[in-house]
Structure formats: C-alpha cells, structure tokens
C-alpha cells in the first residue's frame, strides 16, 4: 500500500519500485549507502539517537510513522543529496527518475502522477530540487528499506566492513 506525506501543504502518495528497478536503483546508489546507513540507523532507533537491534523497527520510518522525520530534518537529507551529487549525471537523473516515477500527487480530487518520463521533468512548476531529492529519498527508504534493513542488522555486511 504506498504511503502518503505532505510536502509545503501539497500532498503526495509514494509508491513502490518494482524489483528491477530496486535493482537498478540500488545499483546507481551503492555508494551512497555507506553515508545513509547511520542517518537509517538514527531514523530506526525510538529516540533517534541509539541503534536499534536486529529485526526491531523500521527503518523507513521516523518517530511519527510517516517518514517525516527523514523530511523534515535537512542534515537527514544532506548525505543523499552530497553523493547523488558526486554520481554521474547520467546515474543521478536515473535515480531521480525512477523515484519520481512512482509518485502521485493529490490535485483536486483525484491523484495523478508528478514525473513526465518522456521530457524527464516535473509535471508540476512549483516541484523544486529539494522537493525532488525528499520524495526520492522517500521512496528510496520506501521501496529499499528491508534491503538496507539487512545492512543495518548485520554489521558484518557493512560496505566498511568489507574494505
């Protein structure tokens, strides 16, 4: 069932990747992950700010249950947004892409989708960069939690671990 935010009193419903986009996306976003996992690890924890054991919380979600301590905390966002910065610009509109992809947005009465594939923008003027990064990052939490769930309770999965 996709999840629903509220963005600058816009509302939004996040939806899923499919699993070769999971895939694809995971993939573009590998190196990202080392940065993410502590502010995933913050997020999970019932205070946000003590690691969470294996198999308790979720990791998508803040205090509220709604993500909104991930989207309303600019130093939860500044990781993704400094490496997708650092990607190519060819991976990092991929990802941005995919994600915006399987967003809605409520207009009127009815929901209807944000991202025009075809011209690789916004539907919506007002869909701003730090707009696109939090719902990217939202549905990136969304749809690779578990994924990233599994680094979190296995240490020795860490990508620094593997170094």
């Known amino acids: ?72 905390q600019p130093r939860l966002l500044q990781p993704f947004a400094d490496g997708l910065a650092s990607l190519p610009d060819d991976q990092a509109e991929y990802v941005i892409g995919e994600c915006l992809a399987v967003v809605q947005r409520f207009q009127g009465n009815a929901w209807f989708s944000i991202w025009s594939p075809a011209a690789k923008l916004p539907v919506y003027d007002d869909i701003d960069l730090s707009i696109m990064v939090e719902l990217s990052v939202k549905v990136i939490a969304d749809s690779l939690g578990p994924f990233i769930a599994g680094w979190l309770t296995s240490p020795a999965s860490h990508p620094s671990a593997m170094a």
Do not use: W
């Open 1 to 72: 069932m996709p999840s629903e935010i509220e963005i600058r009193q816009v509302k939004y419903r996040i939806g899923k990747l499919s699993a070769m986009k999971q895939l694809h996306v995971s993939r573009k976003i590998a190196p990202l992950v080392p940065a993410l996992l502590p502010i995933m690890l913050e997020l999970a924890s019932p205070k946000g700010d003590t690691p969470v054991p294996a198999g308790a919380g979720d990791v998508t979600q803040g205090a509220g249950g709604d993500g909104s301590a991930l989207l309303s």
